[in-house]
């Protein structure tokens, strides 16, 4: 069994782009751009690694054209921004948003064991693969990596507080 998600862990939620204008701005690219993490006066984590990271205030957040541009309290100059430029965003597990029945986030549910309906292990969930007509689950098995299409009838149960995800695979996964 897996262990229930640490709350704690930073969690990237975007990455920082180019610089705007010549007061600090840069864009950012989010994960989720329906988020709603990036807030006025909160503080994130900004670096290339969360253990590096440094904790920065978000002085100002807009959203220009579907995209978010955001200004740090300390970087008011366009050479400030352009020093975060591939610098990922982080924040805090605690402070996502609560799911609804039946949603899941993907930091989550990365390390479940992933089980068939007979009960036979397939492996551990590694990453979630966005495609244009549905998720891929990928899992890391003892014979391999197998890829799940996350649809009707083959993702049967998704249990955290279990540390599984119970599927029925499609024949040609149990032909491996």
Do not use: W
Not at 29 to 53: F, H, I, R
């Amino acid at each position: 069994m897996s262990e229930k998600p640490n709350k704690d862990i930073p969690i990237a939620v975007g990455r920082l782009g180019r610089a705007k204008g010549l007061k600090g701005h840069v864009f950012v690219e989010m994960y989720n751009p329906e988020t709603s993490l990036l807030n006025e006066g909160s503080e994130v984590l900004v670096g290339k690694d969360p253990k590096q990271a440094k904790s920065m205030e978000l002085l100002q957040v807009l959203e220009q054209n579907s995209r978010y541009v955001v200004r740090f309290a300390h970087a008011s100059t366009r050479d400030e921004a352009e020093s975060l430029t591939g610098s990922e965003l982080f924040v805090s597990r605690d402070e996502f948003p609560e799911t609804e029945e039946g949603e899941f986030y993907v930091c989550d549910m990365i390390g479940l064991e992933v089980k068939d309906s007979q009960g036979k292990r397939l492996g551990v969930l590694v990453d979630v693969m966005a495609t244009a007509s549905n998720d891929i689950y990928v899992v890391d098995g003892d014979k391999g990596e197998v890829l799940l299409p996350v649809i009707p009838g083959v993702i049967k149960q998704i249990d955290l507080d279990g540390g599984k995800i119970t599927v029925d695979p499609p024949e040609v996964v149990n032909a491996f």
